[in-house]
């Protein structure tokens, strides 16, 4: 048995798993907003409960909105701002009185669906999210690859090849691909079409269902934003070349992206010609907390 934690923005969610990968409980709570304490004793009271169920302790890990810097331990990068500059896994360990492991929540996605999602087996799987955020992860064999500076697969703050826009993003940075790939992003580019049907869509797949009912205005803008997913993909394969690529987050819920990435891919990278299985996690929304559980391997647990 294992917990895994999913520490989102607005919920904590944990699971108790079994080594097969079986979900035998979950448990959902809303994150005590801006109160760092208050959002320890959450994670500690929902420990609490699973392990109770199971009668025994139980290794945890842990997804996070960020990262810990290497030689502070310190959290960064988190869009939960409350975390920023603490000792996350150390005040966790304090609390719980044993070791966790601890991994970016994109980290995390990409490890669940190597591990038994739409990427088991294949040796390198990229794990993206799509969403309010844009993130990756990188698994090679099984193995999340984290690197010195805790920002394997960080994609989404690079700037997105082709773009002359200086879009703002909320890390200094200007025409990061997470300005122009995640949900909002994608809004924009609905909003600034001069169509007043675009003009006030709420969401992704509002546009998504117009587009599929042969609206050409969003159909336009859907092949717009999958020729800019392309070219932010394209970087990956050009570098690390990887099995297959697994989609999550809200906006990986667009079917059409999947018939119109493939072609824009062999245009974009290096050589004309891609190969690269694109697809749909497994696990959807569920993938964050059961990669969180993957972070002890079976062996370890056992």
């Known amino acids: 048995m294992r917990i895994g934690i999913d520490l989102g923005g607005t919920k904590i969610e944990a699971v108790l798993m079994d080594e097969r990968g079986q979900i035998l409980q979950t ?27 199971c009668g025994r302790p139980c290794p945890v890990g842990i997804g996070t909105p960020g990262s810990p810097a290497r030689a502070s331990g310190l959290m960064k990068n988190c869009n939960s701002v409350v975390l920023n500059g603490k000792a996350l896994q150390a005040d966790l360990e304090a609390l719980l009185r044993r070791d966790i492991r601890m991994a970016n929540d994109a980290d995390c996605f990409a490890l669940s669906e190597a591990t038994d999602g739409a990427g088991a087996g294949y040796n390198t799987v990229f794990g993206v999210i799509l969403g309010t955020g844009v993130g990756g992860g990188l698994v090679v064999n099984r193995q999340l690859i984290a690197g010195p500076n805790g920002l394997a697969g960080e994609w989404g703050h690079n ?3 082709g773009a002359d826009e200086q879009r703002p ?4 940075g200007r025409d990061c691909i997470e300005s122009h790939l995640n949900g909002a992003g994608l809004l924009t580019m609905a909003a600034t079409s001069g169509r007043s049907e675009l003009n006030k869509l709420s969401s992704a797949q509002q546009l ?6 042969g609206n050409e205005y969003a159909a336009a803008i859907l092949q717009d934003y999958a020729r800019k997913l392309s070219r932010a993909l394209a970087t990956v394969i050009n ?22 990435l493939p072609p824009l891919l062999a245009e974009d990278v290096f050589g004309r010609d891609c190969v690269t299985p ?11 907390v059961r990669g969180a559980a993957w972070l002890w391997p079976v062996a370890s647990v056992e």
């Open 169 to 172: 993003c909320y890390c200094g």
């Open 159 to 161: 700037p997105l090849p």
């Open 239 to 260: 570098i690390v070349d990887p099995d297959i690529i697994v989609l999550g987050g809200g906006l990986s819920n667009i079917q059409r992206l999947y018939r119109l």
């Open 27 to 53: 448990l959902r709570v809303a994150t005590p907003a801006s109160h760092y304490t208050k959002t320890l004793q959450a994670i500690a009271e929902l420990v609490s409960q699973l392990e109770s169920e």
């Open 278 to 288: 694109v697809v749909a996690a497994r696990y959807g929304d569920a993938s964050g």
């Open 208 to 213: 998504s269902i117009l587009a599929e009912h």
